[in-house]
């Protein structure tokens, strides 16, 4: 019987045919197969056997080809609308839009705006000398006229004139107050960067005629340009640099002398009177200004003495 143990047999007995143990004993179900997209197997694939990592230089190829994709389209990149690469162009690498720069302007330019005439009689105290007429100045047909320049109101300051003048009375200057206007330059232009240096040195020899024809006692310069190219002109081509100085120069530079004849008109350097100008401070202008315009009241005092007139009260009854 299966389960006793049979003499003389040599296997040891068990309990298989008493207790039936086999029967109990979990018999799990065949495994079915699941059906899986081939994306998901690859993803599994990946998770469960990871591949080794790439070598360096694989490393660093996949770092620069990331780096190309983040990098910005280039100008030729047809994505890029032409209005933000002008856009990107106008700025600077801080950041700033730049200005464009204001350069040479041909006379044709404004050739439709009229030039202003001089303001001129023989024998004047001072002839101020400017750049050339701006643009308000030559709409109006008066110098200095544009409301930011301070011409008018530092001759006043400065005891010039005895009391404020204003642009529409620069023809009446001559007769009240011995004072005239002219121009290195005559043609009207936005500001002195539009004007070329040929032109400023041509203004020169006719400055010399004026000032040999009306022989004014003083040829007040109004700006630091102007000497500039007066120097220029009379030093074969050499800056003046460091000779330069506001205020009065030396008796070597009076313009318009004849020899043997007349001694010349005086020369005084002023600062310039353009609100552009920024270069010097209000005070230093009106320092500047200042050393003129006693030397014109001393001159306009002994004048009215010998006259017997007094130019001062005069000018002051005038409305």
């Not at 009379?234 to 003046?240: E, F, I, S």
């Amino acid at each position: 019987m299966e389960g006793q143990e049979v003499p003389g047999s040599s296997e040891p007995a068990t309990f298989k045919g008493r207790l039936q143990l086999d029967s109990f004993k979990y018999n799990a179900p065949e495994p079915q197969l699941l059906r899986r997209s081939p994306r998901h197997s690859a993803s599994s694939s990946a998770v469960a056997t990871p591949s080794p990592g790439p070598s360096p230089s694989r490393r660093a190829r996949s770092t620069s080809s990331r780096k190309r994709s983040r990098s910005p389209p280039s100008q030729d990149s047809p994505s890029r609308s032409p209005s933000k690469e002008a856009r990107s162009r106008s700025r600077s690498a801080s950041g700033k839009r730049k200005r464009p720069s204001a350069g040479y302007a041909p006379p044709s330019t404004y050739a439709h705006l009229p030039h202003l005439p001089d303001a001129i009689l023989p024998n004047l105290i001072v002839l101020f000398v400017g750049l050339n007429p701006g643009i308000q100045t030559a709409r109006t047909g008066h110098a200095y006229a544009h409301p930011s320049n301070l011409f008018w109101k530092l001759l006043f300051s400065s005891g010039i004139t005895p009391r404020p003048c204003r642009a529409e009375e620069d023809r009446e200057m001559p007769a009240l107050y011995a004072l005239g206007n002219t121009n290195i330059v005559s043609r009207p232009s936005r500001n002195g960067s539009e004007l070329s240096k040929q032109e400023m040195d041509e203004g020169v020899a006719l400055l010399e005629e004026k000032a040999r024809k009306w022989r004014p006692e003083c040829m007040c310069i109004v700006g630091k340009s102007i000497w500039e190219s007066i120097w220029r002109v009379r030093h074969g081509g050499k800056a003046v640099g460091k000779a330069f100085k506001y205020g009065w120069q030396d008796e070597s530079e009076n313009m318009g002398v004849i020899e043997g004849e007349w001694a010349g008109a005086k020369v005084f350097v002023a600062s310039s009177t353009s609100g552009l100008a920024a270069t010097l401070s209000p005070a230093e202008k009106q320092r500047i200004w200042n050393e003129l315009g006693s030397w014109v009241k001393t001159r306009r005092a002994e004048r009215d003495s010998e006259a017997g007139t007094d130019t001062a009260a005069m000018g002051l009854a005038l409305p």
